[in-house]
């Protein structure tokens, strides 16, 4: 491990997925980063394992690995209960060291942005935060880049390579890492030519998770590296870990959302709650603005956008939401929007299938009686 | 004991943002702001200065007038400030930025009880890497996301939040913390704070400063010591404009709920 040289890039192989278990409970993100992993694999010819820590949690391999891994590296001790930086740090660093993957992914939480940074500094590599997009084909890159960009064609043809200290470096098989910049006003596609593994934290609920495979989650080879971990290892001690008192929505699974913004402040409680009666027609949840969390209309768990969560839901309903480039970040690729604004000229309209320029505290009592007509028809 | 907190100046991405037709920000015609998770952090420095009487030194990385924000926060209460200013410094991604800021704190020297504090992410780069990539250049324990901050002699115990609750973690000084909007609500400058905030000490360290400190290296900082690249920055395409449905009234309602029913959501 002493002569780990992280520029010796011809020594890494494979992608890696550390996928967070949180209490035993493997974290949903770790299941969509290892049906991405798959694609990035097969894009590298190389084999996707997943890294899994905890104490007791090695029942928890096949259904990682059904997701498209070919196996599982597995460390359990007593002091990996709980995630701590120290101990997970060093864990993953020494086994990176010894088995040297060249992509290495995170989820981007709370916990994968604490842990992939110091990662990446120990280990003397690049890290991308919060990526929306992977490729390592520079075809199907570029094919990405022709549906989401505005770049001109020879722009685009241009992205198969980078000027790297000055050299002309083929990306061929670096890991282009995609991801908003300025609050989603810019994007910004990331390499790290020089060093292994590559790095990304990936924002949850972006990457679609791959159907069970059971006979992939039967066929998992498990790998126990061997590692060293006292409790000299750790300068932080956990007292306690406690779940929130009041369950949190869940805008990341939900197929239908209603969103409410600015357009209720001359009746916030009248507004949310004409939100959440039409969400719940729908068999949806209640999502909000930056507004109406900054404004503590509704709790930060409700919140859709670049600093709050990124959602792909069948239906977006936004209500008296404007469409600041930041909420836009979170909710744009829903398979269809719908927009209630009074002003014609909200940027929420640019970008809706569907828009009804009129007062929400009019149009939804409205939209709802003609919900419940129908399904009394039915 | 004194704390050390970590600030940036960036521009307001809440208002109009210009993108050149290269597909860059057009930084000039934009203002810029203290980056708003920061102010969270400077106010959670001067609550335990209110308390304890600790000294509080503001330290950023960036351009000379950089200066102004230090005096903002001079004027907060603050009690001298650091700037980072060097033109072998540009071009840094995130590990090399650390390795610089974490070189910076360790020219002013890092006592047994100290502290060094950070805002959770910058709006302009959204990445949270800065504050955890310092603490493990100094060797330091962190705690990021931080909700809640007590300090008991040489420890402190943080409330570090998590999306689904929160872990109570007890660490050792010397440590950094990352704090989040509802840590606390910032204070606003006094009236002798700006009259005071010139006459406090703002200590520039450039390259022939920190040059023989170990963590710089021509290796590690600037364009040339950032193991990431831009490959390409671009903006995202507008998605074709929708239906308007006409007027405001039942039938608009019966039209979009029959909308609603073709998708099968209802």
Not at chain 1, 60 to 88: F, Q, R, W
Not at chain 1, 357 to 363: A, C, N, Q, S
Request: net charge negative; proline share 5%.
């Amino acid at each position: 491990m002493d002569n780990y040289n992280s520029a010796d890039i011809s020594a890494f192989k494979d992608v890696w997925v550390f996928c967070e278990q949180r209490q035993g409970v493997v974290q949903p993100t770790s299941f969509e980063l290892i049906s991405e992993g798959r694609r990035l694999a097969d894009e590298l010819g190389c084999k996707l394992y997943a890294l899994l820590l905890g104490d007791n949690v090695s029942d928890k391999c096949k259904d990682i690995a059904g997701y498209g891994a070919d196996g599982v590296v597995l460390c359990e001790s007593p002091l990996l209960k709980n995630y701590t930086t120290d101990g997970y740090t060093k864990v993953i660093v020494d086994v990176i060291k010894e088995r040297k993957p060249e992509v290495v992914l995170f989820g981007a939480t709370y916990i994968g942005r604490d842990l992939g940074p110091r990662c990446a500094a120990r280990l003397h590599t690049g890290l991308c935060a919060d990526c929306t997009h992977l490729d390592v084909s520079v075809p199907v890159y570029q094919d990405f880049l022709k549906e989401a960009s505005t770049l001109a064609p020879e722009r685009i043809e241009g992205t198969s390579s980078a000027m790297v200290m000055g050299e002309k470096h083929d990306v061929s098989h670096d890991l282009k890492m995609t991801r908003p910049a300025f609050g989603g006003h810019l994007m910004a596609t990331i390499i790290c030519p020089r060093f292994r593994p590559a790095m990304a934290t990936v924002r949850p609920g972006v990457m679609r998770k791959a159907p069970f495979d059971q006979a992939k989650a039967d066929a998992a080879e498990i790998i126990r590296p061997e590692f060293s971990l006292t409790e000299a290892d750790f300068e932080t001690e956990v007292l306690a870990v406690e779940k929130a008192a009041k369950k949190l929505v869940d805008l990341i699974g939900a197929d239908y959302i209603v969103s409410v913004g600015r357009g209720i402040a001359k009746d916030v409680e009248g507004g949310v709650a004409l939100g959440q009666q039409l969400a719940d027609e729908l068999g949806g949840v209640l999502g909000g603005s930056r507004v109406a969390i900054d404004s503590g209309w509704l709790s930060a768990d409700h919140q859709v956008g670049q600093t709050g969560k990124t959602v792909h839901p069948k239906v977006y309903i936004a209500l008296g939401i404007s469409g600041a480039i930041q909420h836009k970040a979170g909710m744009q690729d829903s398979e269809c929007i719908i927009a209630v604004n009074t002003n014609p000229s909200a940027p929420m309209f640019e970008i809706a299938d569907y828009g009804i320029v009129g007062d929400l505290f009019k149009v939804v009592p409205m939209l709802i009686d003609s919900i419940k007509a129908i399904k009394a028809a039915k | 004991m004194k704390v050390i907190v970590c600030v940036k100046q960036v521009p307001d991405t809440s208002g109009k943002v210009a993108v050149k037709p290269d597909g860059t920000l057009d930084r000039a015609s934009m203002l810029t702001i203290i980056n708003p998770d920061d102010l969270n952090a400077v106010e959670a420095a001067l609550k335990l200065k209110d308390e304890t009487g600790c000294e509080v030194v503001v330290v950023t990385m960036g351009p000379p007038p950089a200066e102004k924000m230090l005096r903002e926060i001079l004027a907060m209460g603050a009690d001298r400030g650091v700037l980072i200013s060097a033109r072998e410094f540009g071009g840094s991604d995130t590990f090399a930025t650390s390795q610089i800021i974490a070189a910076g704190i360790h020219h002013m020297g890092l006592n047994d009880d100290d502290i060094v504090m950070c805002g959770r992410q910058a709006i302009d780069g959204d990445t949270a890497q800065v504050g955890p990539q310092i603490a493990e250049k100094l060797n330091l324990p962190q705690i990021t996301y931080a909700g809640d901050i007590k300090v008991e002699g040489n420890s402190v115990i943080v409330k570090r939040m998590l999306e689904d609750g929160f872990m109570n973690i007890k660490m050792k000084t010397p440590c950094l913390i990352t704090c989040i909007k509802e840590l606390n609500e910032p204070r606003y400058m006094s009236t002798f704070g700006i009259f005071t905030a010139y006459e406090k000490p703002v200590d520039v360290y450039d390259y022939n400063t920190l040059k023989d400190e170990p963590l710089i290296d021509p290796n590690t900082i600037g364009l040339q010591g950032s193991p990431t690249n831009i490959l390409v920055s671009f903006t995202p395409p507008l998605k074709g404009a929708g239906v308007i449905l006409e007027g405001a009234d039942k039938k608009t309602a019966d039209e979009l709920a029959g909308i609603l029913e073709k998708k099968h959501v209802i």
